[in-house]
């Protein structure tokens, strides 16, 4: 992969963009000087050896690829990609829609999350019939820089994921949020409370991570041990915990469906 590439990301200024922006830099993918970002209101303190921006038009013209991330409400920009290749992180817009928007046949979707800021993002990622093999493997090695990417099968996929593994960070949190009240309503005080429930989730990340197993087997195993993770787990299940789970997962789909159909 070449450092005389040019990449430039629209929206560059913004949490995700950012993030991603970080990751190429620091991985040596490209030089600070072929990097362009845009941004709308102020332009960021970061990558200051970059090229700034609010010219989206210039931005693209100088770009072999041409990263987009604003946020879906801020879509469509009007500018022309001319064929180039445009990988699109935003949420619930569709391939078709970016083709013919900004003029390429070239279109990736990808999906990443919020641990882009620490190199572990999650990033499934599709790309139109015309992107060639030499763009999927700079899709690749973008995504790469900021943790573990797949290419999916369809872009159904994709919305699928956009709740699953895009919104996912959340989900810990979510979980962490709900341990951290229950401890503070029996008493606990907050800062023992909230130093015990972070490092049990960052933990049980890192557990996962050094086993890669199914975690349907790990929560056999604590299952199996008939003790109180036992009692724990069955008491949440039996209150609905898998099913909420399902729930939350099937309407962040609808809404990334509905977010494509509407653009
Ligand atoms: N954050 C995540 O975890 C995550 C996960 C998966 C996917 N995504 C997707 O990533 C995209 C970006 O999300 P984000 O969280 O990074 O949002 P964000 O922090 O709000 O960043 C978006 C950036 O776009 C800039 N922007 C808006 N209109 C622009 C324009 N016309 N020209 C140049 N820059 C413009 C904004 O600039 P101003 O600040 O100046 O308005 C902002 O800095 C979204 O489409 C989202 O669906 C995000």
């Known amino acids: 992969m070449s450092v005389s590439m040019r990449i430039g990301i629209i929206g560059g200024g913004g949490w995700l963009g950012g993030a991603i922006a970080g990751s190429i830099l620091d991985s040596g993918l490209v030089n600070p000087e072929n990097l362009g970002l845009s941004y709308r209101n102020e332009q960021p303190r970061r990558f200051p050896n970059s090229f700034w921006t609010t010219d989206n038009q210039a931005l693209a013209d100088r770009s072999d690829v041409i990263l987009l991330s604003v946020r879906p409400d801020d879509w469509p920009l009007a500018f022309d990609a001319s064929g180039r290749l445009v990988i699109s992180v935003m949420a619930g817009i569709r391939l078709a829609a970016l083709s013919e928007r900004h003029k390429t046949c070239r279109v990736v979707r990808a999906l990443p999350n919020a641990a882009a800021e620490v190199g572990k993002s999650y990033t499934p990622w599709i790309g139109a019939n015309d992107v060639t093999r030499d763009d999927r493997a700079l899709v690749r090695a973008i995504f790469e820089t900021c943790g573990i990417e797949d290419e999916v099968a369809s872009e159904s996929d994709i919305d699928y994921l956009t709740g699953l593994s895009g919104s996912g960070p959340a989900f810990p949190a979510l979980l962490a949020s709900a341990m951290m009240r229950d401890a503070v309503a029996r008493g606990l005080p907050a800062e023992v409370a909230r130093r015990a429930v972070n490092t049990v989730i960052s933990a049980a990340g890192r557990l996962l991570e050094r086993g890669n197993e199914c975690p349907d087997d790990v929560v ?5 041990y008939r003790g109180t993770t036992a009692a724990a787990i069955e008491g949440m299940r039996t209150a609905g915990f898998d099913a909420a789970v399902a729930e939350g ?15």
């Open 249 to 263: 997962l099937s309407l962040a789909f609808k809404k990334s469906v509905s977010m494509g159909a509407a653009s």
């Open 220 to 224: 056999q195993t604590f299952l199996d």
